[in-house]
């Protein structure tokens, strides 16, 4: 069983800057890659960020500038810096993790979702 486990988020003002981290725990084998998505209802799931084990990074254009994510591999942790938030980045942010168990099953794993809100 593998637990991706997320913090951060909540409520900010337009221009405003948070922070998300994310952990991954459990019966790991090896993390391939980890990264954000987000959604808002009615809208279908969106890539915001994410970075693979060798560090290269796949970024919405829609945020690109704005958000930066690193990754500690030693800590199985992501991280996502936002900056200039927008009241349209406003979203449920979760977090992503493309691994491989300790069964050598490979799959996504999801974490729980947390809040991010910008209020203009």
């Known amino acids: 069983q593998v637990q991706l486990v997320e913090s951060g988020g909540g409520l900010v003002q337009a221009g405003g800057s948070l922070s998300l981290s994310c952990s991954a725990s459990?019966?790991?084998?090896?993390?391939?890659?980890m990264g954000w998505y987000r959604q808002v209802p009615g809208k279908q799931r969106e890539l915001v960020a994410f970075?693979?084990?060798?560090?290269?990074?796949n970024i919405a254009w829609s945020v690109k500038g704005r958000f930066t994510i690193s990754r500690d591999n030693a800590k199985n942790t992501v991280f996502l810096q936002m900056n200039s938030l927008k009241p349209e980045d406003t979203s449920v942010y979760y977090c992503n993790a493309d691994l491989t168990n300790s069964d050598y099953r490979r799959y996504d794993a999801w974490g729980q979702g947390t809040q991010v809100t910008v209020s203009s």
């Open positions: 970075i693979t084990s060798d560090g290269r990074r």
């Open positions: 459990g019966s790991i084998f090896r993390i391939n890659g």
